[in-house]
């Protein structure tokens, strides 16, 4: 196992990755390479200059750190855990891009007695993911879209692994949320709804969060110099995917969009 792991943030405070207060720590790096991103400082496995607008300079987003050093500062707040019944959430990147390192990470902290989440494509073999969600209390299972043509061209990887792992999940009845990233002129529209929601009672899911696209992520491109394919797309709104919904719940599918 690797004795570090990049990460380029660990946030206090979180009060929307799971129960409670929450820490949730960012893992840097992603096999996928969605072209809607919000986070693109996340996409390579390794530190990399960004340009910082307060400071007027650039700054290195990511650094290694040992799973003594995180568990260290995670545990400064074991005290709001215990009395909002929140923990510890991992989040990306994609935490199974450093699977080995996360899911013993995941392993001390659930010994110490914390609640542990996890945000996740799904991307990986099927072995290291059973491994990982052993240690996974409550799991963020994110399905982009329903075929693997599609998928492929809007992520850079295919849909099967990602759904083989889903398959998994449900198998051993892990606690679990599917999201819907909802995104313009790739996954919305009636239709992808439609199979969307026969995809799902195909897997037997009843309970799914969608989330629309933002512009939160936008200018972090311009600070990476990088090229945005959605710069001129306008966010969705939370009214504008009510067709989404309808269309999930008459297929018996519970629907939230967050």
Known sequence: ???????????KFSLHDGPGIRTVVFFKGCPL??????????????????????????????????????IREVMKDQAFYEESGGGVTLSGGEVLYQAEFATEL????????????SETTGFARNDVFRKFIEQVDLLYFDVKHHAEMEH?????????????????ALELQQHLVVRIPVIPNFNDGRENAKEFAKLFNELGITNVE?????????????????????????QLHTEELDYFKTILEEQQIACHVH
């Open 1 to 11: 196992m690797n004795k570090e792991a990049c990460i380029f943030n660990i946030q």
């Open 33 to 70: 390479k969605c072209f809607w991103c919000s986070n693109p400082e996340s996409q390579a496995g390794k530190p990399e200059q960004m340009w910082d607008k307060q400071k007027k300079a650039h700054t290195t987003v990511g650094e290694y750190k040992t799973i003594d050093e995180i």
């Open 106 to 117: 995941l392993r001390q902290l659930k010994d110490k007695g914390i609640h542990t989440a």
């Open 152 to 168: 492929k061209a809007g992520t850079g990887v295919s849909l099967q692994p990602i759904l083989n792992n889903l398959k998994t």
């Open 210 to 234: 969608l989330l629309p696209f933002h512009q939160f992520g936008e200018q972090k491109y311009t600070f990476l110099d990088r090229e945005y394919e959605m710069k001129d797309i306008p």
